[in-house]
């Protein structure tokens, strides 16, 4: 059963929400749901799905609302771009990511509910939620107060916990792909979606050398050079993540025309270099014990060494946790090599050199 109002589950045997004492629904009337228009309305995918409207689109795929035929409930329904329908490798990847996302049943990441081929093309069939992401909340907002940002972070880092100890890195953490469930400005729960660049740890036959993967801002070092990520990977995008959601700006960013010497591709180079080997500025969150607190916790997820960061997504749960209760964080020791990153592959020693050079350094040379 569900609440129409803040669209929270409950068991069959549920008549009204605990929460906000509305009557529960068996599902919502499709015709309510707001989707943009489509050419592919109407169109029915594996016999099953009917197109309603179009919710968006990425690089390789868009996501429609539809109607699960087979009792009415709204799904998402995430199918290629026709320009990738053809090419074997992306629907390897996409097939990847549908694999990848259905391994992990935890209330902190969006259900996957059928994965299939339609017409040679695959396809991959979510949980409708209901809401809006960390990232339009923050366009509202531009800034959260601890208080009502750590619940927030707390259950992403419970999913991205989970995906990690089933082996999956999701490799583009950021506000986007938090979705933050509920009436918009009361949410009830945060999901982590879009497991779009999502790597097993033991498969690595579908991410060549030089490929970059993930969304610029975010990137942790060792994607800028496409050197193999882990779990401290999804660290560092989630120290980023902290960065923008209390302090309101980004370590590091893209200025488009901040300097009419730079072309675009540039301008992304010099945010790939910084992330390399940039320390970032600090996010200065105000001179409290708290603050300084939560400061520490961002900047040890920023550590350009991954051996330097949080272990894991338990460990910066852990501390961040800590945030709320009285006593500062026990204070780290002090690292045993100096935080610059060492390229982990020939062709992340190319890049790095690369990097290194932008920002008129070199690759190997004493820090």
């Known amino acids: 059963m569900l609440c129409p109002r803040c669209h929270r589950r409950y068991a069959d045997d549920h008549r009204f929400c605990p929460h906000d004492g509305e009557r529960l629904v068996q599902s919502l009337d499709i015709r309510r749901i707001r989707a943009k228009p489509t050419e592919h309305v109407g169109t029915v995918v594996a016999d099953r799905y009917r197109v309603r409207g179009l919710i968006g689109s990425g690089g390789m795929a868009q996501v429609f609302l539809a109607e699960d035929t087979q009792g009415g409930a709204p799904v998402a329904l995430k199918l290629l771009e026709p320009r990738f329908r053809r090419e074997p490798k992306v629907k390897a990847r996409f097939l990847l990511e549908a694999k990848a996302a259905a391994t992990v049943a935890h209330p902190n990441i969006v259900e996957v509910l059928d994965i299939g081929l339609h017409e040679g093309s695959p396809y991959l069939v979510m949980e409708f939620l209901f809401g809006e992401s960390l990232s339009s909340l923050l366009v509202r907002e531009k800034r959260l107060s601890p208080e009502a940002g750590v619940p927030i972070l707390l259950q992403a880092a419970a999913g991205l916990g989970a995906a990690h100890r089933a082996g999956i890195v999701h490799r583009d ?195």
């Open 173 to 367: 953490v950021k506000p986007a792909n938090v979705f933050l469930v509920g009436e918009k400005g009361d949410a009830w729960a945060a999901k982590v979606v879009d497991f779009g660049f999502a790597k097993l740890y033991e498969h690595s036959g579908l991410t060549q050398a030089g490929v970059t993967v993930g969304t610029l801002e975010y990137m942790a070092p060792e994607q800028t050079i496409s050197d193999p990520p882990d779990a401290r990977t999804d660290v560092y995008g989630f120290g980023v993540l902290m960065y923008r959601m209390f302090s309101g700006r980004l370590p590091f960013s893209v200025t488009r025309g901040s300097s009419p010497a730079l072309s675009p591709a540039m301008e992304e180079a010099m945010v790939l270099a910084n992330q390399l080997m940039t320390p970032p500025p600090p996010p200065n969150l105000g001179a409290s014990p708290a603050a300084r607190s939560l400061e520490a916790v961002i900047l040890k997820c920023l550590r350009k060494r991954p051996e330097h960061r949080y272990a894991s997504m338990e460990a910066l749960v852990e501390d961040l946790g800590r945030l709320g209760r009285p006593g500062a964080l026990a204070a780290d020791a002090p690292l045993a090599a100096p935080d610059v990153y060492a390229a982990q592959t020939p062709y992340g020693e190319h890049a790095a050199r690369f990097l290194y050079k932008q920002l008129g350094g070199v690759y190997g040379a004493a820090p």
